[in-house]
């Protein structure tokens, strides 16, 4: 029965993350942490851990499904890269030093309102309008966003989807299915060092919820890569929209009510 109720958790854990990782950008790790620890009694550390190792393939495949579609910018997103990777092992640290915590409500109410954004005000960038962007502003912007994205995703052990995603959109000046396609991408180097990070400061976590939960993130990850690339973007403004909002607002709800 045991078996059965953790088989559970890590498939709907892992259908929420990874279609929000393929359509929306977002880190797998701000669905799957929060339903392992509330779900299943996991120490927060922990499940943090296992939420950013089932973001690695899932934003990998995803990240691949937008390159095969054109929407994916690898030569100027190396500086938000290699800033949010290093902040990334920083945030760890921190996190680490706290005594164990409910999934911050901070993170979750952001996420309401850049969802918010998306809905009511949809990013309408051009690929051109993002390419006339001067080269050192764009250096600036990405050193100081992925710094805070960076912490952020070690920190609240989110990939930081979707901060990486307002980042590009609000002031990098991506168009959206690109800056879906990059912030996956990024993520996919982040949540890697982030698992890293946790499994050598915290111990191995629990091997089989986190193989389910790879293998569950990994497969609806893949399906919403394929359907968001064929979407408009207007249209992928709303989903956006929709699953974070969507997504903070039950998360909010387990954690004050159950």
Same mark, same amino acid.
């Given at each position: 029965?045991? #078996?059965? =109720?953790?088989?559970?958790? /890590?498939?709907?854990?892992?259908?929420?993350?990874?279609?929000?990782?393929?359509?929306? @950008?977002?880190?797998?790790?701000? *669905?799957? @942490?929060?339903?392992?620890?509330?779900?299943?009694? +996991?120490?927060?550390?922990?499940?943090?851990?296992?939420?950013?190792?089932?973001?690695?393939?899932?934003?990998? *495949?995803?990240?691949?499904?937008?390159?095969?579609?054109?929407?994916?910018?690898?030569?100027?997103? #190396?500086?938000?890269?290699?800033?949010?990777? /290093?902040?990334?092992?920083?945030?760890? #640290?921190?996190?680490?030093?706290?005594?164990?915590?409910?999934?911050?409500?901070?993170? !979750?109410? $952001?996420? =309401?309102? *850049?969802?918010?954004?998306?809905?009511?005000?949809?990013? !309408?960038?051009?690929?051109? !309008?993002?390419?006339?962007?001067?080269?050192?502003?764009?250096?600036?912007?990405? $050193?100081?966003?992925?710094?805070? %994205?960076?912490?952020? /995703?070690?920190?609240?052990?989110?990939?930081?989807?979707?901060?990486?995603?307002?980042?590009?959109?609000?002031?990098?000046?991506?168009?959206?299915?690109?800056?879906?396609?990059?912030?996956?991408?990024?993520?996919?180097?982040?949540?890697?060092?982030?698992? =890293?990070?946790? %499994?050598?400061?915290?111990? +191995?976590?629990?091997? !089989? $919820?986190?193989?389910?939960?790879?293998?569950?993130?990994? #497969?609806?990850?893949?399906?919403?890569?394929?359907?968001?690339?064929?979407?408009?973007?207007?249209?992928?403004?709303?989903?956006?929209?929709?699953? +974070?909002?969507?997504?903070?607002?039950?998360?909010?709800?387990?954690?004050?009510?159950?």
């Amino acid at each position: 029965m045991e #078996l059965l =109720v953790k088989i559970i958790v /890590c498939f709907f854990a892992g259908a929420g993350a990874g279609i929000g990782t393929g359509f929306a @950008g977002m880190s797998a790790a701000a *669905i799957v @942490g929060p339903m392992l620890a509330t779900f299943l009694g +996991m120490a927060p550390y922990q499940a943090i851990g296992i939420g950013l190792a089932s973001d690695v393939l899932a934003s990998a *495949i995803s990240a691949w499904t937008y390159k095969k579609n054109k929407n994916l910018d690898v030569k100027n997103s #190396l500086v938000l890269l290699i800033c949010v990777l /290093c902040m990334t092992v920083v945030g760890s #640290l921190i996190a680490k030093m706290l005594p164990d915590r409910a999934m911050g409500t901070t993170t !979750q109410i $952001a996420m =309401v309102f *850049i969802g918010l954004r998306f809905l009511l005000k949809p990013v !309408q960038n051009t690929k051109e !309008q993002m390419a006339a962007v001067e080269p050192r502003e764009r250096i600036i912007k990405s $050193a100081i966003g992925g710094c805070l %994205v960076g912490f952020i /995703c070690g920190f609240v052990g989110a990939g930081g989807g979707m901060m990486l995603l307002f980042v590009l959109t609000s002031f990098l000046g991506y168009e959206m299915h690109m800056a879906v396609g990059t912030s996956v991408f990024i993520m996919a180097f982040t949540a890697f060092t982030g698992s =890293v990070s946790h %499994v050598m400061i915290g111990g +191995m976590p629990d091997v !089989q $919820a986190m193989l389910l939960c790879i293998v569950f993130t990994l #497969l609806w990850a893949r399906i919403a890569a394929v359907i968001a690339n064929k979407a408009s973007a207007i249209t992928l403004n709303r989903v956006v929209g929709i699953v +974070m909002i969507t997504t903070s607002a039950v998360i909010l709800a387990v954690n004050y009510l159950i």
